[in-house]
């Protein structure tokens, strides 16, 4: 803990602990307290005073990673990852599709059934689309013709039901189905992507993408470089794609997409507490280059409110530094640097996701 201090993690966590809980310092002796108190809170209302109140977050787009939809409206508006129907490497992964669906799936025709189906039975609920397969593999998702994809699915689907038992490193026996690698399973994968993308056009469903820093260690950067994303972003015109994380660290590839590319939009969501300095950096580079309703100032990336709390204060301080700045060296005059803060907080994300005003 005492390292990591320098962090600007640590910096959200200390904002939290101070402003929420009244206490000044993390450490062994202060560790107990902070967690009576956090259970004391840890009851209904919670959300609204911290998310309304204190953070004045109107409403939050919502990834629960999960497939759940059904949230507080008054609180989210969910987006859904279909890495379900995407990430298929086993019979088991078909079952489960098929069990979920209701419905048999023996063909690469009867899964794509299956996602439409998905899709047009959570319409109503949901405000976009999540991808974050950069955990995964690469997001470059080449143009897999149907053949290329189906000769995968039929290879996943006439392998034989066997599993592999094997004890993790904690103890514990595991027992997994039996499948192909990630990489045989590209061509799946990519075409799969692409019926994604073409249901979001059709539907006009916004997309996250997740680009840049992974949370977690031992993870490639260069598998989530904004660039991979290009061929995408050409064919899909019409798809507006909410680019996340600032693509840190290649924020300025960024800056060069969103300015070029009508429908791709640069998020700073998750870089405020990342790097408040690559944060600031991005920002007043992206005023330079991007016209402000492509940007998108703030996002929470966290799992509990009170790091939400401390990460939006973050982002307001700094945003109101750049703009300061910026009308300081006369190239805003006050009025433009409000107007042009409450677009990139508020604004823009009521125009990209218009559902989520709802």
């Not at 109107?58 to 999960?66: K, L, V």
């Not at 061509?187 to 997309?207: F, G, N, R, T, W």
């Not at 798809?239 to 939009?265: C, M, Q, R, W």
């Not at 690559?278 to 991007?290: E, G, H, N, V, Y």
Request: charged share 30%.
């Amino acid at each position: 803990w005492s390292r990591a201090k320098n962090t600007s993690y640590f910096q959200a966590i200390k904002i939290a602990v101070n402003d929420i809980y009244g206490i000044e310092e993390v450490n062994e002796k202060s560790i107990e307290e902070l967690s009576n108190r956090m259970n004391i809170e840890n009851k209904k209302g919670l959300y609204r005073k911290i998310l309304k109140e204190k953070a004045r977050i109107e409403r939050s787009i919502y990834d629960g990673i999960s497939d759940i939809v059904d949230v507080d409206r008054e609180f989210f508006a969910p987006v859904v990852r279909l890495e379900d129907y995407i990430m298929i490497r086993s019979r088991e992964d078909v079952r489960k599709l098929s069990r979920m669906q209701g419905l048999p799936i023996h063909s690469l025709r009867e899964l794509e059934r299956a996602l439409e189906l998905r899709v047009a039975g959570i319409l109503d609920k949901i405000v976009g689309f999540k991808i974050a397969l950069a955990y995964e593999r690469s997001i470059y998702f080449e143009k897999a013709t149907f053949n290329e994809a189906e000769r995968v699915f039929n290879r996943i689907m006439s392998s034989k039901d066997t599993f592999i038992r094997y004890t993790r490193n904690d103890g514990v026996r595991v027992t997994v189905p039996d499948q192909i690698s990630i990489e045989e399973g590209r061509s799946l994968q990519d075409y799969m992507v692409h019926k994604i993308l073409q249901l979001a056009a059709q539907h006009e469903c916004p997309v996250q993408v997740h680009t840049g820093l992974q949370e977690g260690n031992l993870n490639l950067v260069s598998n989530s470089h904004p660039l991979l994303l290009s061929n995408l972003f050409m064919e899909y015109h019409d798809v507006k794609f909410d680019v996340f994380h600032g693509s840190y660290p290649y924020t300025k590839e960024l800056a060069d997409i969103a300015k070029n590319l009508p429908n791709v939009y640069a998020d700073l969501s998750w870089l405020h507490i990342v790097s408040p300095t690559s944060a600031c950096d991005a920002l007043k580079d992206w005023l330079d280059t991007i016209p402000s309703n492509k940007i998108l100032g703030f996002g929470g990336d966290y799992r509990f409110v009170e790091g939400i709390y401390a990460h939006s204060k973050m982002a307001r301080t700094h945003i109101a530094q750049v703009l300061r700045e910026k009308v300081d060296r006369g190239r805003f005059t006050e009025e433009e640097a409000k107007n042009f803060a409450r677009r990139i907080l508020r604004d823009n994300v009521i125009e990209v996701f218009k559902k989520a005003k709802a």
